[in-house]
């Protein structure tokens, strides 16, 4: 069964407009959740990290999450996206056997 | 400093040849692993490997097989090369516990001809 899911494979968003990629997880995994960015032809970068506490987090360019137990949601969200910002985004979980899953991706395009 | 480093970031090679990605991690971590990204940008893990224990992806081939000559270094032999190798593998190292994630080093994309 797939741990992490990203329903939407590409986002197209205007720049200075407000973006929300989404990741679901599954009740299999852990509630230790992080997205990841991964620049054209780059490696990935870790972007933010939920890991217990607020449930609100935050990264240093301006994007935030919210673990949602809920809803088993793990959404990201910009108010502004910059022209820099695209790129392709990843929602990951750690397993049970401590291994990092990834979701299959959104890739992030934004628009002048 | 490069804290993952992976060596060649390039390599284009035959079916049926064999070859070694190399990968050395300088922020001490104690955990290593080799993901494979496919054409569709989809990540899977394929190895993950401390000083104690190597866990293996089920699902990879034997062809693929890692091989750590210490601590900060897990390199990939991949043999008998096949056309549907071709992808990015990454290599990426943490410290047990989760507090740090996973750095990941920038990627050899590997393409078989």
């Known amino acids: 069964a797939q741990s992490v899911t990203q329903l939407d494979s590409q986002v197209p968003v205007f720049e200075e407009a407000p973006v929300e990629l989404r990741c679901n997880y599954s009740s299999s995994v852990s509630v230790y959740l992080f997205w990841y960015v991964q620049y054209p032809n780059q490696g990935l970068q870790l972007l933010l990290k939920?890991?217990?506490?607020?449930?609100l987090v935050e990264s240093i360019n301006g994007f935030e999450a919210e673990f949602n137990k809920s809803q088993t949601s793990f959404h990201l969200r910009k108010p502004s996206v910059h022209i820099s910002d695209t790129a392709e985004y990843f929602c990951a979980a750690l397993t049970g056997a401590n291994n990092l899953f990834f979701g299959t991706g959104t890739r992030l395009t934004v628009i002048p | 400093d490069t804290a993952v480093s992976q060596t060649p970031k390039y390599l284009v090679t035959q079916m049926g040849n064999d070859k070694s990605i190399k990968c050395e991690q300088n922020l001490g971590h104690d955990t290593m692993y080799w993901y494979k990204q496919d054409s569709k940008k989809f990540l899977k893990i394929m190895f993950s490997?401390?000083?104690?224990?190597?866990?293996i992806n089920e699902t990879v081939p034997n062809r693929f097989s890692p091989k750590s000559p210490d601590k900060a270094h897990l390199n990939l032999h991949i043999n008998s090369l096949e056309l549907g190798d071709s992808a990015v593998y990454f290599c990426?190292?943490?410290?047990?516990?989760?507090?740090?994630?996973?750095?990941f080093g920038s990627g050899t994309r590997l393409t078989v001809v």
């Open positions: 990426a190292s943490s410290q047990n516990g989760i507090n740090y994630g996973y750095t």
């Open positions: 490997y401390n000083n104690k224990e190597l866990i």
């Open positions: 939920y890991l217990s506490g607020s449930t």
